[in-house]
């Protein structure tokens, strides 16, 4: 049977819109070599694997605010599912990441080993939630430095192994945002502690701003050194996904050190 006339199952449909999270708009194409692993996994055609992530463009509302449409051809198809991601994020990309491990035939507690370390004596619904947590946490990471190119939004340090997915709202604060990308910005170590622990604030000009409290530090070398520097710059922009004002605005009202 000729593959377009094979309907993409709801499966396959949430691979795509895996993958799609966590690729710029610009690399959504067939010589891709990520579009092409899915492609080889779900025995579709890169051609066709491109296209539906292009379907889950014109339904992406940043796209949309940008007037780029992507390909609506589709729209039917992967409207559902984003709108599943939408209204529970913890779930789906949990969910897409176990069908990404089965496709590949390896079991999700290897393919993740790593940061499923300290899991392996937990037991039942306990260690569900643990693991869910953990590789959730893995994947917002990936959407996260895609969507700053893996760069640091401050130093634009570019080696991943120095970055961190720091959180906006942070996770324990509200539960519905922990896995949106607009609550995550891409940052250094040194800046990512700085900014969960208000010592550093973004206001919604995406400017930098440096605490009182940090200021009192200003004859420091250190100070000096790594933030003095910091004062009326502006993040570096990510491709996709814009902190979320709100989000920003929360961090600078509940944990800002004014």
Not at 74 to 102: C, H, M, T, Y
Not at 131 to 143: P, S
Not at 153 to 178: C, F, M, Q, Y
Request: aromatic residues 10%; charged residues 30%; contains cysteine.
């Amino acid at each position: 049977m000729k593959e377009e006339r094979r309907l993409w199952t709801r499966d396959e449909l949430i691979l795509a819109l895996n993958l799609y999270l966590k690729l710029p708009f610009g690399k959504l194409h067939s010589g891709n070599p990520d579009i092409i692993h899915l492609a080889q996994i779900i025995d579709r055609t890169p051609g066709s694997v491109a296209m539906r992530l292009n379907n889950f463009a014109s339904v992406d509302p940043y796209h949309q605010q940008r007037g780029i449409g992507g390909l609506p051809g589709g729209k039917r198809q992967v409207e559902p599912i984003w709108n599943e991601f939408i209204n529970n994020k913890d779930e789906l990309l949990f969910e897409s990441e176990r069908i990404l491990a089965e496709k590949e035939n390896v079991a999700i507690e290897n393919k993740f080993a790593e940061v499923l370390k300290g899991t392996e004596n937990l037991k039942g619904e306990f260690k569900l939630r643990e693991v869910k947590t953990r590789v959730n946490q893995n994947v917002f990471r990936q959407i996260v430095m895609a969507n700053y190119d893996n760069k640091c939004a401050i130093t634009g340090i570019d080696i991943s192994d120095l970055l961190v997915a720091s959180h906006i709202i942070p996770w324990s604060k509200n539960e519905k945002e922990r896995l949106n990308p607009e609550n995550g910005i891409c940052l250094s170590p040194l800046y990512d502690r700085a900014y969960d622990k208000g010592y550093i604030g973004i206001n919604e000009k995406f400017e930098i701003l440096v605490s009182a409290e940090l200021k009192k530090k200003s004859k420091k070398e250190y100070y000096l050194q790594h933030f003095n520097l910091l004062i009326g710059k502006k993040i570096i922009l990510p491709k996709k996904y814009y902190p979320k004002k709100e989000f920003l605005g929360f961090h600078l009202d509940v944990i800002f050190r004014k």
